[in-house]
Protein backbone atom coordinates (compact mmCIF):
# COMPACT_ATOMS: atom_id res chain seq x y z
CA UNK A 1 0.00 0.00 0.00
CA UNK A 2 1.36 3.47 -0.96
CA UNK A 3 2.02 6.70 1.36
CA UNK A 4 -0.95 8.27 -0.14
CA UNK A 5 -3.64 5.44 0.61
CA UNK A 6 -1.81 4.28 3.91
CA UNK A 7 -3.05 5.57 7.12
CA UNK A 8 -0.44 7.48 9.23
CA UNK A 9 1.96 5.44 11.68
CA UNK A 10 1.83 7.73 14.68
CA UNK A 11 5.53 8.36 16.99
CA UNK A 12 4.40 10.34 20.26
CA UNK A 13 7.62 11.29 22.29
CA UNK A 14 5.91 12.77 25.61
CA UNK A 15 8.75 13.63 27.88
CA UNK A 16 7.92 14.57 31.73
CA UNK A 17 7.96 18.24 32.97
CA UNK A 18 9.49 20.16 29.75
CA UNK A 19 9.13 23.81 29.86
CA UNK A 20 8.81 25.02 26.44
CA UNK A 21 12.23 27.58 26.53
CA UNK A 22 14.28 24.39 26.24
CA UNK A 23 15.09 24.37 22.62
CA UNK A 24 18.04 25.06 20.64
CA UNK A 25 16.68 26.49 17.93
CA UNK A 26 13.82 28.44 19.11
CA UNK A 27 16.13 30.47 21.05
CA UNK A 28 17.60 28.54 23.80
CA UNK A 29 21.40 28.99 23.14
CA UNK A 30 22.39 27.40 26.44
CA UNK A 31 20.72 23.56 25.54
CA UNK A 32 22.11 21.30 22.66
CA UNK A 33 19.52 20.04 20.88
CA UNK A 34 19.82 18.73 17.63
CA UNK A 35 18.01 16.28 16.97
CA UNK A 36 14.78 18.22 18.13
CA UNK A 37 16.32 21.31 16.17
CA UNK A 38 15.62 18.88 13.56
CA UNK A 39 12.39 17.84 14.11
CA UNK A 40 11.75 21.69 14.05
CA UNK A 41 12.96 22.27 10.92
CA UNK A 42 11.12 18.79 9.11
CA UNK A 43 7.94 20.08 10.65
CA UNK A 44 5.56 22.11 12.26
CA UNK A 45 6.61 24.14 15.54
CA UNK A 46 3.68 25.15 17.79
CA UNK A 47 5.39 28.35 19.58
CA UNK A 48 2.30 28.92 21.72
CA UNK A 49 0.86 25.12 23.17
CA UNK A 50 -0.28 25.01 26.70
CA UNK A 51 -1.70 21.86 28.55
CA UNK A 52 -4.38 22.19 30.38
CA UNK A 53 -3.19 20.94 34.17
CA UNK A 54 -0.19 22.09 35.51
CA UNK A 55 -0.23 18.25 37.28
CA UNK A 56 1.03 14.99 35.55
CA UNK A 57 -2.61 13.18 35.72
CA UNK A 58 -5.03 15.80 34.52
CA UNK A 59 -2.69 16.80 31.69
CA UNK A 60 -1.96 13.33 30.36
CA UNK A 61 -6.09 12.61 30.64
CA UNK A 62 -6.62 15.49 29.06
CA UNK A 63 -4.27 14.83 26.10
CA UNK A 64 -5.09 11.47 25.88
CA UNK A 65 -8.66 12.13 25.56
CA UNK A 66 -9.06 15.34 23.86
CA UNK A 67 -11.08 16.46 26.82
CA UNK A 68 -10.75 19.34 29.61
CA UNK A 69 -10.24 18.06 33.36
CA UNK A 70 -13.47 19.83 34.13
CA UNK A 71 -14.95 17.07 31.20
CA UNK A 72 -12.89 14.05 32.18
CA UNK A 73 -13.32 14.72 36.42
CA UNK A 74 -9.52 13.56 36.35
CA UNK A 75 -8.45 15.86 38.38
CA UNK A 76 -6.02 14.69 40.76
CA UNK A 77 -2.61 12.71 40.81
CA UNK A 78 -3.46 9.71 42.81
CA UNK A 79 -6.89 8.88 41.20
CA UNK A 80 -8.07 5.68 42.59
CA UNK A 81 -8.75 4.99 38.56
CA UNK A 82 -9.43 6.39 35.63
CA UNK A 83 -13.56 6.94 34.54
CA UNK A 84 -14.15 3.59 32.50
CA UNK A 85 -16.49 6.25 30.14
CA UNK A 86 -13.84 8.20 28.89
CA UNK A 87 -12.24 6.81 25.70
CA UNK A 88 -8.18 7.57 25.27
CA UNK A 89 -7.73 8.14 21.38
CA UNK A 90 -5.30 4.96 21.77
CA UNK A 91 -8.56 2.95 22.05
CA UNK A 92 -9.93 4.47 19.11
CA UNK A 93 -7.46 4.25 17.10
CA UNK A 94 -6.82 0.23 18.69
CA UNK A 95 -11.08 -0.04 17.53
CA UNK A 96 -10.11 1.12 13.49
CA UNK A 97 -6.97 -1.41 13.06
CA UNK A 98 -3.91 0.44 14.34
CA UNK A 99 -1.57 -1.32 16.76
CA UNK A 100 -0.69 1.04 19.43
CA UNK A 101 1.84 0.57 22.02
CA UNK A 102 3.09 2.66 25.29
CA UNK A 103 6.29 3.05 26.80
CA UNK A 104 7.23 4.75 30.07
CA UNK A 105 4.29 6.26 32.08
CA UNK A 106 0.97 6.21 31.40
CA UNK A 107 -0.05 7.49 34.89
CA UNK A 108 -4.06 8.50 34.15
CA UNK A 109 -4.74 6.98 37.79
CA UNK A 110 -3.05 6.29 41.03
CA UNK A 111 0.59 4.43 39.78
CA UNK A 112 1.46 3.14 43.27
CA UNK A 113 0.14 -0.40 41.65
CA UNK A 114 -0.12 -0.93 38.07
CA UNK A 115 -3.11 -3.02 38.05
CA UNK A 116 -4.74 0.86 37.94
CA UNK A 117 -4.10 0.78 34.12
CA UNK A 118 -7.71 0.82 32.56
CA UNK A 119 -8.47 -2.58 30.76
CA UNK A 120 -9.38 -0.68 27.70
CA UNK A 121 -6.71 1.46 27.14
CA UNK A 122 -5.89 0.33 23.28
CA UNK A 123 -2.21 -0.61 23.99
CA UNK A 124 -1.67 -3.91 22.83
CA UNK A 125 2.64 -3.25 23.96
CA UNK A 126 2.75 -2.06 27.52
CA UNK A 127 6.30 -1.90 28.63
CA UNK A 128 5.30 0.12 32.02
CA UNK A 129 7.93 2.23 33.98
CA UNK A 130 6.19 5.11 36.06
CA UNK A 131 9.44 6.42 37.36
CA UNK A 132 13.09 4.89 37.21
CA UNK A 133 13.42 4.31 41.21
CA UNK A 134 13.28 0.73 41.41
CA UNK A 135 10.28 0.85 44.50
CA UNK A 136 7.66 -1.83 42.81
CA UNK A 137 8.47 -5.39 43.78
CA UNK A 138 7.21 -6.52 40.39
CA UNK A 139 5.98 -5.35 37.05
CA UNK A 140 8.21 -2.60 36.80
CA UNK A 141 9.93 -3.50 33.24
CA UNK A 142 12.65 -0.96 33.62
CA UNK A 143 13.62 -2.58 36.86
CA UNK A 144 13.56 -6.15 34.96
CA UNK A 145 15.04 -4.95 32.14
CA UNK A 146 18.02 -3.77 34.42
CA UNK A 147 18.21 -7.18 36.65
CA UNK A 148 17.83 -9.60 33.84
CA UNK A 149 19.13 -7.83 30.77
CA UNK A 150 22.27 -6.09 32.07
CA UNK A 151 22.52 -7.93 35.29
CA UNK A 152 22.83 -5.04 37.26
CA UNK A 153 20.71 -4.42 40.98
CA UNK A 154 18.26 -2.21 40.49
CA UNK A 155 17.98 -1.06 44.17
CA UNK A 156 22.04 -0.86 44.35
CA UNK A 157 22.12 1.21 41.33
CA UNK A 158 19.95 3.88 43.12
CA UNK A 159 20.66 2.82 46.44
CA UNK A 160 24.09 4.60 45.14
CA UNK A 161 22.58 8.36 44.60
CA UNK A 162 21.97 10.74 46.96
CA UNK A 163 20.52 14.71 46.89
CA UNK A 164 18.03 16.01 44.23
CA UNK A 165 20.36 17.01 41.78
CA UNK A 166 23.71 15.85 40.57
CA UNK A 167 24.78 12.89 38.70
CA UNK A 168 22.88 10.14 38.16
CA UNK A 169 23.10 6.77 36.41
CA UNK A 170 25.36 6.16 33.41
CA UNK A 171 23.58 6.42 29.98
CA UNK A 172 23.68 2.62 29.44
CA UNK A 173 21.25 1.98 32.10
CA UNK A 174 18.98 4.94 32.18
CA UNK A 175 15.62 4.81 31.86
CA UNK A 176 15.44 7.45 28.98
CA UNK A 177 18.42 4.79 26.98
CA UNK A 178 15.57 2.24 28.17
CA UNK A 179 13.01 3.76 26.60
CA UNK A 180 14.38 3.87 23.33
CA UNK A 181 15.34 0.04 23.03
CA UNK A 182 11.70 -0.58 24.08
CA UNK A 183 10.44 1.21 21.16
CA UNK A 184 12.98 -0.46 18.94
CA UNK A 185 11.71 -3.80 19.61
CA UNK A 186 8.12 -2.31 18.76
CA UNK A 187 9.46 -0.90 15.83
CA UNK A 188 11.24 -3.96 14.66
CA UNK A 189 7.77 -6.01 14.92
CA UNK A 190 6.24 -7.09 11.33
CA UNK A 191 2.97 -4.44 11.12
CA UNK A 192 0.00 -5.68 9.28
CA UNK A 193 -1.39 -2.03 9.54
CA UNK A 194 -0.87 1.62 10.74
CA UNK A 195 1.03 1.78 14.54
CA UNK A 196 1.25 4.46 17.19
CA UNK A 197 3.74 4.01 19.81
CA UNK A 198 3.84 6.30 22.59
CA UNK A 199 6.61 6.91 24.75
CA UNK A 200 6.60 8.26 27.67
CA UNK A 201 10.56 8.85 29.76
CA UNK A 202 10.44 10.55 33.01
CA UNK A 203 12.81 12.90 32.48
CA UNK A 204 13.56 15.85 32.80
CA UNK A 205 11.43 15.28 36.09
CA UNK A 206 13.40 15.76 39.25
CA UNK A 207 15.12 14.64 40.67
CA UNK A 208 17.25 16.72 38.21
CA UNK A 209 20.04 13.80 37.45
CA UNK A 210 21.68 13.22 33.95
CA UNK A 211 24.42 10.80 33.64
CA UNK A 212 27.61 12.07 34.68
CA UNK A 213 29.40 12.77 31.22
CA UNK A 214 25.89 14.46 30.19
CA UNK A 215 26.08 17.30 33.44
CA UNK A 216 30.09 17.55 32.52
CA UNK A 217 28.99 19.18 29.07
CA UNK A 218 26.98 21.83 31.13
CA UNK A 219 28.98 24.25 33.24
CA UNK A 220 26.67 25.70 36.29
CA UNK A 221 28.34 28.71 36.12
CA UNK A 222 27.66 29.23 32.98
CA UNK A 223 23.92 28.47 32.84
CA UNK A 224 21.33 31.50 33.35
CA UNK A 225 19.95 33.05 36.45
CA UNK A 226 16.21 32.03 36.74
CA UNK A 227 13.57 34.84 36.16
CA UNK A 228 14.02 36.72 39.21
CA UNK A 229 13.08 40.06 40.85
CA UNK A 230 12.79 41.47 44.36
CA UNK A 231 9.58 41.94 44.32
CA UNK A 232 8.71 38.13 43.94
CA UNK A 233 9.37 37.41 47.59
CA UNK A 234 6.48 39.50 48.86
CA UNK A 235 4.18 39.10 45.83
CA UNK A 236 4.43 35.04 46.35
CA UNK A 237 3.42 35.61 50.25
CA UNK A 238 0.27 36.95 48.95
CA UNK A 239 -0.01 32.83 47.32
CA UNK A 240 1.81 30.97 50.31
CA UNK A 241 -1.79 29.18 51.33
CA UNK A 242 -2.34 28.12 47.74
CA UNK A 243 -1.04 24.12 46.83
CA UNK A 244 2.21 24.26 45.45
CA UNK A 245 5.40 22.47 45.98
CA UNK A 246 7.64 25.00 47.06
CA UNK A 247 5.42 27.38 49.40
CA UNK A 248 8.22 30.22 50.10
CA UNK A 249 9.66 31.88 47.89
CA UNK A 250 13.47 32.30 47.57
CA UNK A 251 16.19 34.78 46.27
CA UNK A 252 18.09 32.01 43.58
CA UNK A 253 20.67 34.94 43.97
CA UNK A 254 21.67 34.20 47.01
CA UNK A 255 20.07 30.65 47.78
CA UNK A 256 22.40 27.65 48.32
CA UNK A 257 25.27 28.59 47.09
CA UNK A 258 26.71 24.60 47.04
CA UNK A 259 25.14 21.79 45.76
CA UNK A 260 21.92 21.02 47.70
CA UNK A 261 23.39 17.98 50.55
CA UNK A 262 21.84 15.05 50.81
CA UNK A 263 18.71 15.04 51.63
CA UNK A 264 17.07 12.90 54.43
CA UNK A 265 13.85 12.26 52.64
CA UNK A 266 13.87 9.10 50.25
CA UNK A 267 14.75 9.26 46.76
CA UNK A 268 11.22 8.45 45.11
CA UNK A 269 10.44 11.83 47.38
CA UNK A 270 12.86 13.94 45.94
CA UNK A 271 10.50 14.02 42.73
CA UNK A 272 8.54 15.46 44.63
CA UNK A 273 10.04 17.79 47.89
CA UNK A 274 12.05 20.38 46.43
CA UNK A 275 14.87 20.40 48.31
CA UNK A 276 16.03 22.65 51.32
CA UNK A 277 18.61 24.30 49.74
CA UNK A 278 20.14 24.20 46.02
CA UNK A 279 22.15 26.43 43.23
CA UNK A 280 19.94 27.55 40.77
CA UNK A 281 22.41 27.25 38.34
CA UNK A 282 23.61 23.40 39.17
CA UNK A 283 19.74 22.81 38.66
CA UNK A 284 19.34 24.61 35.06
CA UNK A 285 22.42 22.50 34.40
CA UNK A 286 21.17 19.72 35.40
CA UNK A 287 17.87 19.82 33.70
CA UNK A 288 19.92 20.83 30.33
CA UNK A 289 21.96 17.30 30.90
CA UNK A 290 18.74 15.42 31.08
CA UNK A 291 17.47 17.16 27.84
CA UNK A 292 20.13 16.62 25.93
CA UNK A 293 20.15 12.61 26.80
CA UNK A 294 16.35 13.10 25.75
CA UNK A 295 17.51 14.34 22.42
CA UNK A 296 19.86 12.26 21.47
CA UNK A 297 17.63 9.36 22.21
CA UNK A 298 14.70 10.93 20.74
CA UNK A 299 17.09 10.90 17.37
CA UNK A 300 17.98 7.45 17.17
CA UNK A 301 14.38 7.00 17.00
CA UNK A 302 14.04 9.12 14.35
CA UNK A 303 16.73 7.21 12.07
CA UNK A 304 15.38 4.11 12.68
CA UNK A 305 12.14 4.85 11.17
CA UNK A 306 13.98 6.15 8.59
CA UNK A 307 16.31 2.66 8.12
CA UNK A 308 12.97 0.77 8.61
CA UNK A 309 11.21 2.66 5.98
CA UNK A 310 8.97 3.99 8.18
CA UNK A 311 9.60 7.94 8.70
CA UNK A 312 7.77 9.40 5.76
CA UNK A 313 4.35 7.93 6.95
CA UNK A 314 4.55 8.70 10.40
CA UNK A 315 3.43 11.80 12.49
CA UNK A 316 6.20 12.57 14.61
CA UNK A 317 5.40 14.67 18.32
CA UNK A 318 7.74 15.84 20.56
CA UNK A 319 5.75 17.34 23.45
CA UNK A 320 5.40 17.23 27.37
CA UNK A 321 2.75 17.09 29.52
CA UNK A 322 3.80 20.18 31.37
CA UNK A 323 6.80 22.19 32.86
CA UNK A 324 9.11 23.13 35.55
CA UNK A 325 9.37 26.54 37.24
CA UNK A 326 12.83 25.97 38.01
CA UNK A 327 14.04 28.68 40.23
CA UNK A 328 11.16 31.53 38.49
CA UNK A 329 9.44 33.95 40.52
CA UNK A 330 12.00 32.36 43.37
CA UNK A 331 9.77 28.69 43.02
CA UNK A 332 11.12 25.07 42.26
CA UNK A 333 8.99 22.35 40.67
CA UNK A 334 5.26 22.47 40.47
CA UNK A 335 2.06 22.97 41.81
CA UNK A 336 -0.86 25.92 41.55
CA UNK A 337 1.23 28.63 39.53
CA UNK A 338 0.15 29.34 36.19
CA UNK A 339 3.34 30.76 35.16
CA UNK A 340 4.44 30.28 31.90
CA UNK A 341 7.29 27.83 32.38
CA UNK A 342 4.85 25.60 33.96
CA UNK A 343 1.80 25.95 31.47
CA UNK A 344 3.37 26.62 28.09
CA UNK A 345 4.97 23.53 26.68
CA UNK A 346 6.76 22.54 23.41
CA UNK A 347 4.97 21.05 20.43
CA UNK A 348 6.45 20.12 17.35
CA UNK A 349 4.82 17.95 14.72
CA UNK A 350 6.32 16.70 11.89
CA UNK A 351 4.82 14.58 8.73
CA UNK A 352 7.44 14.10 5.96
CA UNK A 353 4.79 12.61 3.68
CA UNK A 354 2.17 15.42 3.98
CA UNK A 355 3.18 18.50 6.70
CA UNK A 356 4.67 21.97 6.01
CA UNK A 357 8.02 22.11 6.45
CA UNK A 358 10.30 24.29 8.75
CA UNK A 359 7.24 26.68 10.03
CA UNK A 360 6.12 28.13 13.49
CA UNK A 361 2.35 28.43 14.18
CA UNK A 362 2.15 31.22 16.94
CA UNK A 363 -1.63 30.47 17.10
CA UNK A 364 -2.85 29.44 20.50
CA UNK A 365 -2.83 25.61 20.94
CA UNK A 366 -3.91 23.16 23.30
CA UNK A 367 -2.57 19.71 24.19
CA UNK A 368 -6.01 18.50 24.17
CA UNK A 369 -5.72 19.30 20.00
CA UNK A 370 -3.55 16.19 19.44
CA UNK A 371 -6.37 13.18 19.48
CA UNK A 372 -9.22 14.89 16.99
CA UNK A 373 -5.73 15.81 15.23
CA UNK A 374 -4.33 12.24 14.70
CA UNK A 375 -8.32 10.99 14.34
CA UNK A 376 -9.00 13.28 11.29
CA UNK A 377 -5.06 12.42 9.88
CA UNK A 378 -5.96 8.85 9.92
CA UNK A 379 -9.91 9.39 8.31
CA UNK A 380 -11.10 8.23 11.72
CA UNK A 381 -14.56 10.54 12.37
CA UNK A 382 -13.82 12.88 15.59
CA UNK A 383 -16.15 11.80 18.51
CA UNK A 384 -18.81 14.63 19.13
CA UNK A 385 -17.70 14.81 22.52
CA UNK A 386 -14.04 15.66 22.11
CA UNK A 387 -13.36 19.14 23.22
CA UNK A 388 -9.96 19.63 21.20
CA UNK A 389 -9.35 21.13 18.08
CA UNK A 390 -7.46 19.46 14.93
CA UNK A 391 -4.38 21.20 14.67
CA UNK A 392 -4.14 18.98 10.83
CA UNK A 393 -5.23 22.18 8.69
CA UNK A 394 -2.18 23.96 9.86
CA UNK A 395 0.15 21.01 9.57
CA UNK A 396 -0.62 20.90 6.03
CA UNK A 397 -0.70 24.37 5.15
CA UNK A 398 -4.57 25.12 4.78
CA UNK A 399 -5.00 27.28 7.64
CA UNK A 400 -3.08 30.28 8.95
CA UNK A 401 -0.08 29.71 11.32
CA UNK A 402 -1.18 32.56 13.83
CA UNK A 403 -4.47 31.65 14.29
CA UNK A 404 -6.10 28.92 16.00
CA UNK A 405 -7.83 29.45 19.47
CA UNK A 406 -8.58 32.61 21.06
CA UNK A 407 -7.55 31.29 24.16
CA UNK A 408 -6.45 28.29 26.30
CA UNK A 409 -7.26 27.50 29.44
CA UNK A 410 -5.17 25.54 32.29
CA UNK A 411 -6.32 24.19 35.50
CA UNK A 412 -5.20 22.85 38.80
CA UNK A 413 -7.89 21.26 41.27
CA UNK A 414 -6.43 19.43 44.64
CA UNK A 415 -4.10 18.00 41.74
CA UNK A 416 -1.17 17.18 44.59
CA UNK A 417 -1.91 14.56 47.75
CA UNK A 418 0.95 15.63 49.33
CA UNK A 419 0.44 15.48 53.63
CA UNK A 420 1.66 19.48 53.57
CA UNK A 421 -0.98 20.03 50.46
CA UNK A 422 -4.05 21.39 53.05
CA UNK A 423 -5.81 23.74 50.82
CA UNK A 424 -7.25 21.69 48.34
CA UNK A 425 -6.79 24.78 46.19
CA UNK A 426 -9.01 24.60 43.05
CA UNK A 427 -7.42 27.53 40.85
CA UNK A 428 -7.79 27.83 37.05
CA UNK A 429 -5.53 30.18 33.95
CA UNK A 430 -6.90 32.08 31.29
CA UNK A 431 -4.69 33.09 28.59
CA UNK A 432 -5.78 35.28 25.43
CA UNK A 433 -2.61 35.56 23.91
CA UNK A 434 -2.01 38.79 25.73
CA UNK A 435 -3.08 39.03 28.98
CA UNK A 436 -3.31 35.89 31.51
CA UNK A 437 -5.85 36.26 34.73
CA UNK A 438 -5.59 33.57 37.47
CA UNK A 439 -8.07 32.71 39.76
CA UNK A 440 -7.99 30.34 43.08
CA UNK A 441 -11.48 29.67 44.17
CA UNK A 442 -12.05 30.36 47.96
CA UNK A 443 -9.69 33.55 47.85
CA UNK A 444 -10.26 37.41 47.24
CA UNK A 445 -7.29 37.50 45.04
CA UNK A 446 -6.07 36.39 41.52
CA UNK A 447 -3.28 37.44 38.88
CA UNK A 448 -3.38 39.49 36.13
CA UNK A 449 -0.70 39.56 33.36
CA UNK A 450 0.23 41.49 30.14
CA UNK A 451 2.68 39.56 28.51
CA UNK A 452 3.09 41.49 25.77
CA UNK A 453 4.65 44.05 27.98
CA UNK A 454 5.73 41.92 30.61
CA UNK A 455 6.81 38.38 29.34
CA UNK A 456 8.53 37.70 32.46
CA UNK A 457 5.19 37.77 34.12
CA UNK A 458 6.58 40.47 36.77
CA UNK A 459 4.09 43.08 37.30
CA UNK A 460 0.89 41.76 38.69
CA UNK A 461 -2.25 43.96 37.31
CA UNK A 462 -4.93 42.13 39.41
CA UNK A 463 -4.67 45.87 42.25
CA UNK A 464 -3.34 48.11 39.41
CA UNK A 465 -4.94 51.37 39.48
CA UNK A 466 -6.47 52.28 35.75
CA UNK A 467 -6.84 48.42 35.18
CA UNK A 468 -10.03 48.25 36.49
CA UNK A 469 -11.93 48.04 33.40
CA UNK A 470 -10.01 45.72 31.80
CA UNK A 471 -9.38 43.16 34.77
CA UNK A 472 -13.94 43.09 34.81
CA UNK A 473 -13.46 42.74 30.70
CA UNK A 474 -10.97 39.87 31.36
CA UNK A 475 -13.12 37.66 34.65
CA UNK A 476 -15.84 37.64 32.28
CA UNK A 477 -13.98 36.30 29.21
CA UNK A 478 -12.01 34.16 31.75
CA UNK A 479 -15.48 32.60 33.69
CA UNK A 480 -16.76 32.15 30.28
CA UNK A 481 -14.03 30.52 29.01
CA UNK A 482 -13.68 28.41 31.68
CA UNK A 483 -17.84 27.19 31.79
CA UNK A 484 -17.24 26.26 27.86
CA UNK A 485 -14.43 23.20 29.32
CA UNK A 486 -17.52 21.48 31.07
CA UNK A 487 -19.24 19.30 28.25
CA UNK A 488 -22.89 19.34 27.88
CA UNK A 489 -22.90 15.59 28.95
CA UNK A 490 -25.48 13.49 27.37
CA UNK A 491 -26.35 13.70 23.41
CA UNK A 492 -29.69 15.08 23.29
CA UNK A 493 -31.94 13.10 20.90
CA UNK A 494 -35.29 14.35 21.38
CA UNK A 495 -36.46 17.61 22.01
CA UNK A 496 -39.24 16.88 24.42
Not at 343 to 356: D, F, G, N, Q, R
Request: with cysteine; proline share 7%.
Amino acid sequence: MSNKTRQPNVLWYCTDQQRFDTINCLGNKYVNTPNIDALCRKGVVFKNAYCQSTICTPSRASFLTGRYPASTHVHRNGNEYFPPWEKLVTKILSDNGYNCGLIGKLHISNEQIQKTRPKEDGYSYYKWSHHPNPDWDKDHDYADWLKYEKGVDPYELYGNLSGSMGAGVPEELHQTTWCTEMAKRFLSEKQDGPWLLSINPFDPHPPFDPPEEYLKKYNPSEMPMPLFKESDIEHQKRFSKIDQQTRIAVKPYDHGKAPSPAETISRGDMGSIPPSTYNPQLVIACYYGMIELIDKQFGQLIQYLKDIGEYENTIIIFSSDHGELLGDHGLIYKGCRFFEGLTHVPLIISWPAYSEKNLVSTGLVELLDIPPTLLEASGIEVPYYMQGKSLLSILTGKAPLEKHKDFVISEYNEAIGAKDMTDQTHGFMYYDGQYKVCLYQGYELGEMYDLVNDPGEFKDLWDEPGFEKKKTELLVKAISGYMSTSDAGIRRICDY
